[in-house]
């Protein structure tokens, strides 16, 4: 079992990364009854939420279902982060993280994000600052460093610990590597094989397969792992890990009742969350992606985005399941993207 405070977790979680524009309710749903563990928001701007942006309230929003579940935060200033977290605390979710991972540009030269890996009295003064103000248990996400030459995690994780966060993760990139190169998880197992560190480290970056996750696991050690890129598209691939962990074996891909059935179910939650229309609209980038891999499969996709009466879109899922019914996918290896590729440093 690994705790985050009061917060009790299976032995070995999986955790679904916080993705912008990504890890929305409906899709956390859908990760969760897959296998997910553990949940985040996506980021959420401390000074949008002091400003109570309505874009950033709705982020707030987090489906009982889901739970436990987190909602994370960014931000620079230490009283919008102090108000910010006071807000959080407000919509009871079942912790608070910080993002100080978040490499994008406009980010970073706020001070916030990966950019206070660059001065580390205010990342400890900022969380602690959150801690004081939240009763929720604070978690910490972040990266190695800012740089090659200036990876300082080690000493991140004690002064983060010894101002009162409960858990921490490591993404195993610095700032300056974006998403480039393969993320190095020997300094995330230093940290986790640290005695003065007591808090749940969890490791993150490029687990891509069950086999991955059970080799990274073995090889360091960690308390449990966050699975981001993997999981768009394919939010299967938790029960996937989890199986291949307790059994060492590798389960089949899913088969097309249970892909109808996820379309169903995440258009289902984005229809309650998003309300109508935008709910329909927000779906129509997903069908292609469970879907994907069916002969001739494009004829049906070019029909559920052009519909919007949901009762006709849950027919024509209908229909593909009467049509391929049985057919054998074949399992493709997951493709990560490179996320930031085109964002200036
Ligand atoms: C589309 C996308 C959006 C992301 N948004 C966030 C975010 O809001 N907060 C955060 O901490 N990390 C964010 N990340 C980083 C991921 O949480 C994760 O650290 C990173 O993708 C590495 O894990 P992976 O190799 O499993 O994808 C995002 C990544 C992607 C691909």
Not at 137 to 154: A, C, F, M
Not at 217 to 222: A, D, P, T
Not at 309 to 318: F, H, N, Q, R, T
Request: net charge neutral.
């Amino acid at each position: 079992m690994v705790k985050i405070e009061h917060i009790t977790l299976p032995e070995f979680p999986l955790l679904l990364a916080p993705m912008e524009d990504v890890s929305d309710p409906p899709f956390r749903v859908v990760c969760k009854a897959n296998g997910a563990d553990l949940l985040y928001t996506e980021f959420i701007s401390s000074e949008g939420l002091v400003g109570d942006s309505a874009k950033c309230r709705r982020k707030l929003d987090i489906f009982d279902e889901e739970r436990p579940a987190g909602v994370q935060i960014f931000g620079g200033d230490e009283g919008r982060m102090a108000q910010a977290s006071a807000i959080v605390d407000l919509t009871k979710p079942d912790f608070l993280d910080i993002n100080f991972g978040c490499p994008v540009k406009g980010i970073v030269s706020q001070g916030a994000g990966s950019g206070v890996l660059k001065n580390l009295d205010l990342m400890t003064r900022l969380t602690a600052a959150c801690v004081k103000a939240t009763s929720l248990p604070v978690t910490v996400k972040t990266r190695l460093g800012w740089d090659e030459d200036s990876k300082n995690i080690e000493e991140v994780a004690e002064r983060l610990q010894d101002v009162g966060i409960k858990a921490l993760t490591i993404h195993g990139r610095t700032r300056c590597q974006m998403y480039k190169g393969e993320a190095d998880w020997s300094l995330i197992a230093k940290v986790k094989n640290n005695p003065r560190i007591h808090i749940p480290i969890f490791g993150n970056g490029d687990i891509d397969s069950p086999q991955k996750a059970k080799e990274y696991k073995e090889r360091f050690g960690v308390d449990g792992i966050m699975i981001g890129r993997a999981a768009i598209g394919y939010p299967w691939i938790f029960r996937e890990v989890r199986h291949f962990l307790n059994t060492g074996q590798e389960l089949p891909a899913p088969t097309v009742a249970e892909r109808v059935a996820v379309c169903k179910q995440h258009l289902d939650k984005s229809l309650q969350w998003r309300g109508g229309q935008a709910g329909i609209y927000s779906m129509r980038r997903h069908y292609l992606t469970y879907l994907k891999g069916l002969p001739g499969i494009k004829e049906f996709r070019n029909r559920l985005v052009t519909l919007s009466d949901p009762e006709a879109i849950k027919s024509v899922l209908d229909e593909v399941l009467r049509k391929y019914e049985g057919f054998e996918m074949e399992k493709e290896p997951i493709q990560l993207i490179d996320y930031h590729e085109n964002c200036p440093i």
